[in-house]
Every structure is written in C-alpha cells, then in structure tokens.
Nanobody, 116 residues
Framework: QVQLVESGGGSVQAGGSLTLSCAGS??????MGWSRQAPGTQRELVAA???????NYGDSVKGRFTISRDNAKNTVFLQMNSLKAEDTAVYYC????????????WGQGTQVTVSS
C-alpha cells in the first residue's frame, strides 16, 4: 500500500519560514516534488527533485524555496523562506514510481496560510 504522509503546514506571517516534510512508503521512489493549489486556481509545480538530487523550481518560488530529500528515508523536504501572502495554498507532495510506468502518487495535502 502506497502512503505519502505530509507534515509541517500551518500559519505564518509574511516574511516568515516553514518547512514541509513528506515521507513515502510502499513503493520504490524515483522523483519527488511539491505542488500547490489555491482556491479557484489550477495546481502548479512548486519544486521537484530527482533521486540523484537534480532540482527544478516554479518561477514564483525561485530563490525563496529549497527542495531536498533523504533517499534512505524516502522523505522529501520543502524549506520555504520569505513567505508571501500569495504562497497561501494547499501543498501536495508527489512521489513517482522508480520504474516504468513511473506512476505518480500524491499525498493528502497540507494547508499553508501566510498572513500579510
């Protein structure tokens, strides 16, 4: 059974920081990442990281957010600094199956609220 357990969401004032964590189990994991969705908008990529550590960021978070992972623990982290009100959203972690068909699994989501 595949499980992705997210933690670390919450409320913070603008300019503050939060760290999200997501621990995966039940599959051999390749790429991992974070996406977010605010009310009335489409889900958008926040950051992604390959098993080898190569990263990719959405334009709106570059320079403020850092993604990292611990392969031994199947865990991905998202360090969020200089948070803005527009970062308010539900954040979802994803883990991709290491081998074909590279199925993507999603966590249940964690709320991040940034007050200005």
């Amino acid at each position: 059974q595949v499980q992705l357990v997210e933690s670390g969401g919450g409320s913070v004032q603008a300019g503050g920081s939060l760290t999200l964590s997501c621990a995966g189990s039940g599959i051999s994991i390749g790429g991992m990442g974070w996406s977010r969705q605010a009310p009335g908008t489409q889900r958008e990529l926040v950051a992604a990281i390959t098993r080898g550590g190569r990263t990719n960021y959405g334009d709106s978070v570059k320079g403020r957010f850092t993604i990292s992972r611990d392969n031994a623990k199947n865990t991905v982290f998202l360090q969020m600094n200089s948070l803005k009100a527009e970062d308010t959203a539900v954040y979802y972690c994803n883990a991709d199956l290491l081998l074909y068909p590279y199925t993507r699994y999603w966590g249940q989501g964690t709320q991040v609220t940034v007050s200005s």
